[in-house]
């Protein structure tokens, strides 16, 4: 999905800076307009995504954080 949000992004907003957060080397860049990053990315890098403010969350494919598991938690506390 990472790469189908950043194909998609730059057609509402032309020239949109996408940054796309992925593997498992993968480090969270600060500064760029737009993040993607999975949910399991997430929890790697909490304190770096919770030390920046957010605009706007788009929580794709939400079924993954309907329950009570960390997964969901470390998503929301963002």
């Known amino acids: 999905m990472r790469l ?3 194909r998609e992004i730059p057609l509402v907003e032309p020239g949109a800076d996408v940054h796309v957060l ?3 080397s993968a ?3 600060p ?3 737009w993040t993607v990053v999975n949910y399991d ?3 790697r ?3 770096a995504l919770a030390g920046q403010q957010w ?3 788009i929580v794709d494919e939400a079924h993954f954080i309907k329950n009570d598991s960390v997964r969901a ?3 929301l506390e963002l």
């Open 45 to 47: 890098h909490r304190e």
């Open 31 to 33: 500064g760029h307009r």
């Open 22 to 24: 992925a593997g498992g």
């Open 73 to 75: 938690r470390r998503t």
């Open 4 to 6: 189908n949000w950043r």
């Open 41 to 43: 990315l997430v929890s």
């Open 55 to 57: 605009a706007v969350m």
């Open 27 to 29: 480090q969270f860049e």
